[in-house]
């Protein structure tokens, strides 16, 4: 991005200006960040069915060479279990060994597990006796939406898979954007989705707000035992 394409705005711009340069910004930064990932499954990776899989063996290259990290194997395939989507690994065919696409991969990547943090912080060592607002709470905003914020595409859609990740990484305030439904059954059931929004972005895919209530219920509590702050927007008339 070239920061004098600022320069042609002078002292002011308008609201739509702003949002289309923003837009840009964003678009640009989250292609970079696409091709380095891309760039280290790719170079990471092998080809099963006309598809690129990171296996076991694989991983372990990555690890060693660009994380400086080096684990027992049995390690390895515990945490790859754990990031893989079930989903997935039941449509691969059963001759394919232990591995990750390129979604399973960046999910390892953007979990707790692979933090910057120091792992001792992972423990509570903190007075947890005081009243709630006291606590800066680990918060998501627009939680069911996978991608981007801002620029609206197929890696931007809602899914449900959104609330398990947030939840498995800590965080303890979600949010459901609610909006009028459809008959379901005979009742009308309420939808989850993100209506438009600056700049006249469009509405997302939709979930139903049942099915994101049994997400929260099933995972709310797997890695931390701390209270689920839900935060609702309510649309619905």
């Known amino acids: 991005f070239d920061p004098n394409t600022l320069d042609k705005f002078g002292e002011s711009c308008t609201r739509e200006e702003w949002f289309n340069l923003l837009n840009r910004i964003m678009k640009e930064q989250n292609e970079e960040k696409e091709n380095v990932l891309s760039g280290i499954f790719s170079k990471y990776s092998e080809e099963f069915n006309e598809e ?16 400086n990290e080096n ?3 049995a390690e390895i395939s515990r945490m790859m279990k754990i990031h893989q989507d079930k989903e997935k690994v039941d449509q691969r065919d059963p001759y394919i060994p232990l591995c990750w696409d390129y979604e399973e991969f960046t999910g390892y ?3 707790q597990v692979n933090t910057i943090v120091d792992p001792k912080e992972d423990e509570v060592h903190h007075d947890m006796t005081r009243p709630l607002s006291m606590y800066w709470i680990n918060s998501s905003h627009n939680t ?20 398990e990740k947030a939840l498995r990484m800590g965080v303890r ?25 600056l700049g006249g972005l469009p509405i997302s895919s939709k979930l139903r707000l049942d099915d994101v209530l049994n997400t929260i219920n099933c995972h709310a509590f797997a890695t931390s035992q701390y209270p689920v702050i839900i935060s609702i927007e309510d649309h619905c008339n």
Not at 53 to 65: D, I, P, R, S, W
Not at 144 to 163: D, F, H, P
């Open 52 to 67: 690129k899989l990171m296996t076991a063996k694989n991983l372990a290259e990555f690890l060693k060479h660009h994380q």
């Open 71 to 73: 684990l027992e194997d």
């Open 109 to 111: 990547i953007c979990s």
């Open 144 to 163: 069911y939406l996978q991608g981007s914020q801002l620029v609206l595409s197929k890696s931007g859609s809602a899914n449900i898979q959104a609330y």
């Open 173 to 197: 305030c979600i949010e459901i954007d609610v909006w009028n439904g459809t008959k379901v059954g005979g009742e009308i059931m309420p939808m989850v989705y993100r209506g438009i929004a």
